[in-house]
């Protein structure tokens, strides 16, 4: 197979190089402490907080559940506004608790929940509001906030896509009340399966904690029906090992996102998502939204580059409000949400991770520019 053949992914995990992980699995083998918050567990959330300028972190066994905990821990009930462009764990996590989501539109420019839409979406059963950074571009943090304080609503975000990410006044995961990270192993950040919820205070984050281990508070005592949350021994120790790596992760991914945007900047009918407001990006993502006047639809193309071997995918399409156990509310109605409904017909996330070559990029571009020409 020639490298023109070789398939090309919409992402490939950055991984450390094997052999420095070996002396960590060695810790593990002596102490045979696997989980249930071990060493390697203690030091990721102590260095996670560091790097990210976040002052209480709680590790996961991945961002669903630790979704799920983050609603439970603030006993969020009733309706929740959400966003229905998203991966579907983001609505799930309120049927797992028993809300009702309440689907509100996005803004065009950074397919975020749109605060101008979220007041007229209020009844007296909302609780609370889950935005989702979507492609790791801040949402309107203060304008989210301002309502939720008029209203007297908790903000959780999913900041699955976020990692690392710094908005206008440091770490954008200590807006809202809580921030919910995913570490799966197409993130930015890795440790094969993963997530933490982010937190302000220490009560909270050792309800949270309490939460993801059955609600056991001491060794005998039950305080609310917890879930197993956890995360492991190898995964904590591969997330101390990945965050060595993880800056130098980031900066290979601006090089690609600049290579696309230099290479697809003039391409007609193709648009590109604009970097959003944040002062450090993470490049998560390179989503582009195929418009009319390209000169073949978005599945078309999508068709042509899995001919060409290049599998991209189509995040967020169908839109979460379009499931079948999502279709019948009220606000899934798709009058309700006609910007989110256009671009989930549009967009195209195309490959994007460390190890890609710019060879790589100009051949997923190729593509792009032979259909458009
Ligand atoms: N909230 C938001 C906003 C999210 O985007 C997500 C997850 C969550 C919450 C929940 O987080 P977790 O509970 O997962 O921590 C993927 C991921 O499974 C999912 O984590 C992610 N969002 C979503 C956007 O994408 P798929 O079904 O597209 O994954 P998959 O397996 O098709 O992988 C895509 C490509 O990546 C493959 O074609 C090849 C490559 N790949 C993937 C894996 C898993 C690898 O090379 N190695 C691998 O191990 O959902």
Known sequence: MSIEDQPIFVTRPHLPPLEEFVPYLEKIWASRILTNSGPFHEQLEQALCKYLGVKHLALFTNATIALVTALQALRITGEVITTPYSFVATAHSLLWNGIKPVFVDVDPNTLNLDPARIEAAITPHTTAILPVHCYGHPCDVDAIQRIADRYNLKVIYDAAHAFG???????????????????HATKVFNTFEGGAIVCPDAKTKLRIDQLKNFGF????TVAAPGINGKMSEFNAALGLLQLKYVDMAIARRFEIDKQYRQELGELKGIRLLGCGSEKRPNYAYFPVLVDDTYSVSRDTLYDALRSSGIYSRRYFYPLISDFPMYRGLQSAARENLPVAAACAERVICLPLYPEMTMDEVTRVCGVLATLGG
């Open 165 to 183: 990410v710094e908005c206008h006044c440091g770490s954008v995961l200590n807006h809202g009340d809580l921030s919910v990270l995913s570490f």
């Open 217 to 220: 508070v001491d060794e005998t």
